[in-house]
T-cell receptor
């Protein structure tokens, strides 16, 4: 069954900790993306990657880091430098510009 | 820089009434526009793309370059249309991928 899998579904982080959100796809898509979804603000792009071993900052990259060592995987690390990390995080992939994105089910991160 | 505006946070209509969800964009290049929908407890999914000029679940959207708009319309609302709707603008990246900029979303509520 093809798709995008995000884990965990819920994540709690203490202040000052780094946490890593997982995103795996078996759609053979080259491009992958991380968005942050906040109420009233829509989706904002954090990082994106068009090919393996390459990624670019999006609109709100500060306090986040990513890696793209495999085509299937695009993990996002929320570092302690991110001042307001509590949010819903969405991962997506795409096979090309005209086809739109396939989204994962999201990870809800809460700082406690 | 590109921008997507959805002026209504909430749109409430009665079942059987026409629906129009507004979307305006700002972009100096040739736009690629999409509508995404998020039903309760489901993942964000593509509803339709302007390039395909299709009708999905009775919804249509026409790109009006003069008014820089891509409004989503349906002649007769159904209860199952209740969801959050996001308009998105695609920008082509070097290398063939794209980056989507989303609006803040409109919550559609169809009342009986």
């Amino acid at each position: 069954d093809g798709g995008i899998t995000q884990s965990p579904k819920y994540l709690f982080r203490k202040e000052g900790q780094n946490v890593t959100l997982s995103c795996e796809q078996n759609l053979n898509h080259d491009a992958m993306y991380w968005y942050r979804q906040d109420p009233g603000q829509g989706l904002r792009l954090i990082y994106y990657s068009q090919i393996v071993n390459d990624f670019q900052k999006g609109d709100i990259a500060e306090g986040y880091s990513v890696s793209r060592e495999k085509k299937e995987s695009f993990p996002l690390t929320v570092t302690s430098a991110q001042k307001n990390p509590t949010a819903f995080y969405l991962c997506a992939s795409s096979m090309g510009s005209l086809y739109g994105y396939t989204f994962g089910s999201g990870t809800r991160l809460t700082v406690v | 820089a590109q921008r997507v505006t959805q002026p209504e946070k909430l749109l409430s209509v009665f079942k059987g009434a026409p629906v129009e969800l507004k979307c305006n964009y700002s972009y100096s290049g040739s736009p690629e526009l999409f509508w995404y929908v998020q039903y309760s407890r489901q993942r964000l999914q593509l509803l339709l793309r302007h390039i395909s000029r299709e009708s999905i679940k009775g919804f249509t959207a026409d790109l009006n370059k003069g008014e820089t708009s891509f409004h989503l319309k349906k002649p007769f609302a159904q209860e199952e249309d209740s969801a959050m709707y996001y308009c998105a603008l695609g920008v082509i990246l070097t290398g063939g991928g794209n980056k989507l900029t989303f609006g803040t979303g409109t919550q559609l509520k169809v009342e009986l």
